[in-house]
């Protein structure tokens, strides 16, 4: 019995430790994400050398090996608090990088929303893409569709509501000027999202094979409405 005892306060402790562990890592990734999603698109690289080797690390909790089995936790609303990733647009449009979401349906496609600025104002940016199983954890993702909205997003708005509203037709959106499709826009762009670490309220993601030198990272905050 005594022995016993002592295994499973010995079972508690690593668990205690392993937890804190996480969160302490979860805490160094926000810390570190959002001081750089205050500076300049010069200093993209040394975000991400100071990521990487946190997410490598971050990512040895995902007890997930197949993104069907991750999807649940991965369906929902979402705010970028950092990424490296800059998707071909016209010149005279500029994204406004604090003020970024994305909405994952369980119905195999999702939505990326922003509030982009244009020589007029700012107006809302609408990406559609489709997800389907590849392997492992990732996702075979295809963007189909750019909009744009009259204005920018309106702060408490709901996110999946919005999302749902545009996919059935109900959301005031525009063809934008220009090209939509690659290589000047980003429709038809192909490639792998994988989600390296999913849980209740953090998520990181890493974009492969679209063609890009270095790969895009996302990290990412669980929330059901826009953050102004």
């Known amino acids: 019995m005594i022995h016993r005892s002592i295994l499973i306060a010995g079972a508690l402790f690593a668990s205690s430790a392993a937890a804190n ?30 990521l990487e080797p946190l997410i490598e690390e ?14 649940p936790s991965v369906v929902g609303a979402w705010k970028e608090i950092w990424s ?20 994952i349906t369980d119905q195999g496609y999702f939505y990326n929303f922003s509030d982009v600025k244009t020589p007029l104002g700012t107006t809302t940016g609408v990406l559609r893409g489709t997800y389907e199983q590849d392997k492992g954890l990732a996702l075979a993702i295809e963007f189909t569709d750019v909009k744009l909205g009259f204005g920018g997003l309106k702060a408490d708005k709901n996110l999946l509501s919005f999302a749902s509203d545009i996919e059935n037709g109900r959301g005031s959106v525009f063809d934008p000027p220009g090209s939509e499709r690659t290589p000047n826009g980003p ?39 826009v953050q102004k």
């Open 21 to 50: 562990n996480l969160q302490s890592l979860k805490d160094e990734i926000r810390s570190v994400a959002t001081f750089y999603a205050t500076q300049s698109d010069e200093y993209l690289e040394d975000a991400r050398l100071e």
């Open 58 to 71: 971050i990512s040895e909790y995902n007890d997930k090996t197949l993104a069907t089995d991750q999807l």
């Open 84 to 103: 490296n990733e800059r998707e071909p647009s016209p010149f005279f449009l500029k994204i406004d990088r604090s003020q970024v979401y994305q909405v």
């Open 187 to 225: 429709v038809g762009i192909r490639g792998y999202l994988e989600n390296v670490y999913v849980d209740d309220d953090l998520r990181i993601a890493i974009e492969r094979d679209l063609g890009r030198q270095v790969r895009a990272i996302f990290v990412l905050e669980r929330v059901q409405t």
